[in-house]
């Protein structure tokens, strides 16, 4: 069963001879994994002429944390933002392959970007909070979304959020102040709020400590860390250290291919490819 | 210093050397050079732009003010009908009353001599004046009123010193025997300067003492309202579908092209094309501000494209990605968070196009916008003149008044353009948001 979860790699036929050592490989320390949330099967990106993503197969469990590692460049923030179509938006790109949601391929006809954007919530890696109030910032997306119908329930929506994001206690009482006046943590933290509010089921996070400082990056970890009970969460990040923090499950991309991926125990202490290996202990990257 | 070998045997630079020494000298006087030629190219800007404003000024301001003479028109109830004061003989008690000021000639009639001296259109403002003096209270009759008349253009030029005393007379338009006559009037303390309010509240006059700018800054208003109300939406519009929206093919790209030529059309080409177009194609009234605003549109549209989309590129990528991530759909995107971010730009770009539409002349020219209007326009369907076409028809006129009521007139469009673009700055500087 949990092998199931594992890469397969034999579909890409470029690098079949290690697919039985994924098959082979021990259901290790992984903790109880729920039901996949998303798969993306034969992922192929090109931004204009250029390839970006090349035969990707990835399985992302509900309620875990799966960070996508790799050197810059090699297509980890390209693969997280096919799972909500934010490259829809940019000019040439274009998308070979399935990306299932619940079951759903998300690139066919009938699935609506605006609704898979509320349930697939985005955090980016530079804080970017509207430049309104900190209230209005959480309470956009439930009501763009016709979520809240009174005042209370919105208010309610705004305080829960606000809590999970960990960021209540801060700016309770500064909820009309500009959302851009907070510090850079706690813009993050909005941000976070902001994508909590509309109940989503999966948030994608790029790189969303890479602008913070260490204490602030401390927070958003524990907070990531807090969250993993009831989101599925994909985290692109530079740091393998924070990879090692938060995340159960690790993927490696290297240029746009996907050369590994497993329990991040497993990864980083016993990768089954040289590259990976290379990068982990700091050879290239 | 010892001499330092460089990695891998690179000669090391020997500073105190006399060339190296020379060429930073040379250097450092190229800058100084560059900054005293950037210090004199203002100077000249400046000592330009003053003389401009000094000019302007100097024969302007005298427009400001107006030599009036203060008449004390008797009431007589003989004329007065107190039933319905509405049909009094006014013209007549005006009539008798400008007579006091002059003395009877030998046959006891008013002496038409000295009538020069009086504003011709004096007569119907002293009547107009009595008039609303005496509806208003009636307990005037019998007695007399005391209204003030602009002296006529020559007198006035002559209070002020242009036209002098000491000049021939017959190379002035004014008599000996007037300057008499206007020197007792001064004696009896009747002559004053004021402010010159007809100058906001006139229409066009061919007298100059009367003329106004009234007409002019209301055709003026009207044109660039309608210019406002074309413009500003279509080219809104235009700037976010061709910035958010539109797919980068050539399509796309020869409009952005051709926008940006627009901009550059010289202004008389749009007013040829509201001629040929407008009028006489879809034949829309001639001299009208409606067809005014709308070749002034023609030419503001690129303005506003151009500012529009660049205040939309400056809102960051961010924000757009922050509300997209979260669902909002790619209008939401644009009406909730990257427009109101660009308003200011927007807003900034708007009022510059408008200040340039108020100054344009040429293609109001071209459309009759430079009428003869004595009359306000009542509607943007009414024939109408321009503040700049105002301008154009007084400096074409050889009265002597109308030199000074020209300048007076640009001082009052510079007005209006310093405004527009203060309101602009202020704009920029309070509304931009940081982030």
Same mark, same amino acid.
């Given at each position: ?9 034999? *579909? ?19 903790? *109880? ?21 090349? %035969? ?36 040439? *790109? ?111 996070? %790029? ?53 590994? *991926? ?15 290996? %290379? ?7 | ?5 460089? @990695? ?19 250097? $450092?006087?190229? #800058? ?18 003053? @003389? ?55 046959? =006891? ?74 020197? =007792? ?29 009234? #007409?002019?800054?209301? &055709? ?69 501000? @409606? ?19 660049? #205040? @939309? ?13 979260? =669902? ?7 009406? $909730? $968070? ?6 200011? &730009? ?6 510059? &196009? ?60 510079? =007005? ?20």
């Amino acid at each position: 069963m949990l092998t199931d979860l594992n890469l397969d790699l034999s *579909a890409s036929g470029k690098l079949s001879n290690v697919a039985p050592l994924l098959i082979d490989r021990p259901a290790g320390r992984a903790e *109880a994994i729920a039901e996949i949330k998303i798969s993306a099967r034969g992922v192929n990106m090109w931004y204009g002429s250029k390839q970006a993503l090349f %035969d990707v197969d990835l399985e992302i469990p509900d309620r875990t944390v799966t960070a996508l590692i790799g050197p810059s460049g090699c297509g980890k923030s390209t693969f997280l933002r096919t799972m909500n179509r934010m490259n829809d938006a940019i000019l040439g *790109a274009r998308m070979e392959g399935d990306i299932l949601f619940d079951g759903t391929d998300i690139y066919k006809g009938n699935v609506d970007p605006v609704q898979l954007r509320a349930q697939v919530g985005m955090v980016f890696q530079k804080p970017n909070p509207f430049p309104k109030s900190v209230y209005d910032n959480v309470a956009y997306g439930p009501r763009i979304h016709g979520i809240a119908l009174s005042k209370e329930a919105l208010d309610e929506i705004v305080e829960i959020s606000l809590q999970k994001a960990g960021l209540w206690d801060e700016v309770k009482d500064r909820l009309q102040d500009s959302g851009t006046s907070l510090s850079g943590g706690q813009q993050q933290r909005l941000v976070i709020a902001r994508a909590i509010a509309v109940s989503p089921e999966v948030i994608l996070m %790029d790189e969303p400590a890479s602008a913070l400082d260490p204490i602030a990056t401390g927070r958003i970890e524990e907070l990531i860390h807090e969250l993993r009970e009831n989101y599925c969460i994909v985290i692109v990040t530079h740091s393998m250290q924070q990879a090692a923090r938060v995340s159960q499950r690790t993927a490696f991309f290297h240029m746009g291919t996907l050369i590994e *991926a497993g329990d991040t125990a497993d990864v980083f202490s016993n990768p089954l490819q040289q590259k990976t290996q %290379d990068y982990i202990s700091g050879r290239f990257g | 210093m010892t001499d330092r070998q460089s @990695l891998d045997g690179m000669a090391a630079p020997n500073w105190n050397d006399p060339a190296i020494q020379g060429r930073l000298k040379r250097r $450092h006087r190229g #800058a100084s050079l560059l900054r005293l030629g950037g210090i004199v190219a203002i100077a000249i800007a400046l000592g330009l732009l003053a @003389l401009l404003l000094g000019s302007i000024l100097s024969i302007g301001l005298k427009a400001f003010s107006q030599t009036v003479a203060e008449i004390d028109v008797p009431i007589s109830t003989e004329y007065v009908d107190l039933e319905n004061l509405e049909d009094s003989n006014w013209t007549r008690l005006a009539q008798d009353g400008v007579a006091t000021l002059y003395p009877d000639d030998a046959t =006891g009639r008013r002496d038409q001599r000295y009538r020069n001296i009086l504003s011709r259109g004096g007569l119907n403002a002293v009547r107009g004046a009595i008039e609303e003096q005496v509806i208003a209270d009636p307990s005037l009759v019998g007695q007399s009123v005391r209204v003030s008349v602009q002296l006529s253009d020559p007198f006035d030029q002559f209070a002020k010193g242009v036209v002098r005393r000491d000049t021939p007379e017959d190379m002035r338009r004014i008599t000996n025997d007037e300057i008499a006559m206007y020197d =007792g009037l001064v004696a009896e303390g009747r002559i004053s300067r004021v402010f010159n309010t007809w100058l906001f509240t006139n229409g066009d006059s061919r007298f100059p003492e009367m003329a106004g700018l009234a #007409a002019g800054l209301r &055709g003026s208003a009207m044109a660039l309202m309608v210019c406002l109300i074309i413009s500003f939406p279509i080219g809104i519009g235009t700037a976010i579908y061709l910035e958010e929206f539109a797919p980068k093919n050539w399509l796309t790209y020869m409009i952005e092209v051709n926008i940006n030529n627009l901009a550059a059309v010289p202004s008389i080409v749009f007013g040829l094309l509201g001629l040929a177009v407008l009028l006489n194609f879809f034949g829309l009234p001639r001299s009208a501000p @409606l067809v005014g605003g709308m070749v002034l549109a023609l030419m503001t549209l690129p303005t506003i494209i151009i500012a529009t989309r660049a #205040a @939309l590129k400056a809102v960051p990528p961010s924000i757009r990605e922050g509300a997209m991530g979260i =669902g909002a759909s790619p209008m939401q995107v644009v009406t $909730h $968070h990257v427009l109101p971010l660009a308003m200011p &730009g927007i807003l900034t770009g708007t009022i510059i &196009g408008m200040a340039a539409a108020l100054g344009e002349t040429a293609p109001l020219l071209l459309i009759g916008m430079n009428m003869f209007s004595t009359d306000l326009p009542g509607s943007v369907f009414d024939q109408a003149t321009a503040l700049p076409t105002q301008i154009f028809m007084w400096f074409d006129s050889p009265e002597l008044g109308f030199v000074s009521r020209t300048a007076a007139a640009i001082i009052v469009l510079l =007005g209006f353009l310093l405004m527009m673009n203060a309101t602009a700055i202020f704009i920029r500087s309070k509304l931009e948001r940081k982030w």
